[in-house]
T-cell receptor, first 113, second 113 residues
């Protein structure tokens, strides 16, 4: 089945540690996105990538980093510079841009302990 | 740039009653419109989308939405809700030639027995 797989589903991090969230898609989509979801704030765009080896900052990129070495994969690293990383993180993909919907993974809930 | 407003953060409704979830948007260019549903601790699932043509769009699970260009609205409706419709609903817009989505803050629909 085609889709987007995010792992892990739950992740716990100690303060000061970097963690990497995985996002893999087999939909052959060009564009991939990372969103952060906090209660009552909807989805906020962290980073997006339209093609391999290229990505752009979204609205809340500070404290995060990404890479796009393969079309299928778009991992997100939450660095120690992110002051409040506890949130639900969603990965999405679409192709082509414009007249298509985004397909979402099941999300990763990150908790800082 | 686009923006999306969902005026109701929470909507309680009794089972088998009708419901309308409101969405208004602003944009200086033509847009595509989407409604997504999110169940607890899951990703977003597409309910329906408006790309062009008929302004009344039918989606999954008995939902429908009407695009009103003059009022810049895209309200979601269901004539008779079920307990299983309890979830969070997000309205989103994407510029016709744009790369990203803009999501509203979400409306939490609670269906009461």
């Amino acid at each position: 089945d085609g889709g987007i797989t995010q792992s892990p589903k739950y992740l716990f991090r100690k303060e000061g540690q970097n963690v990497t969230l995985s996002c893999e898609q087999n939909l052959n989509h060009d564009a991939m996105y990372w969103y952060r979801q906090d209660p009552g704030q909807g989805l906020r765009l962290i980073y997006y990538s339209q093609i391999v080896n290229d990505f752009q900052k979204g609205d809340i990129a500070e404290g995060y980093s990404v890479s796009r070495e393969k079309k299928e994969s778009f991992p997100l690293t939450v660095t120690s510079a992110q002051k409040n990383p506890t949130a639900f993180y969603l990965c999405a993909s679409r192709s082509p841009p414009g007249a298509t919907e985004a397909f979402f993974g099941q999300g990763t809930r990150l908790t800082v302990v | 740039a686009q923006s999306v407003t969902q005026l109701d953060s929470q909507v309680p409704v009794f089972e088998e009653a009708p419901v309308e979830l409101r969405c208004n948007y602003s944009s200086s260019v033509s847009v595509y419109l989407f409604w997504y549903v999110q169940y607890p601790n899951q990703g977003l699932q597409l309910l329906l989308k408006y790309l062009s043509g008929s302004t009344l769009v039918k989606g999954i699970n008995g939902f429908e939405a009407e695009f009103n260009k003059s009022q810049t609205s895209f309200h979601l409706r269901k004539p008779s809700v079920h307990i299983s419709d309890t979830a969070e609903y997000f309205c989103a817009v994407s510029a016709r030639y744009g790369q990203n989505f803009v999501f509203g803050p979400g409306t939490r629909l609670s269906v009461l027995p």
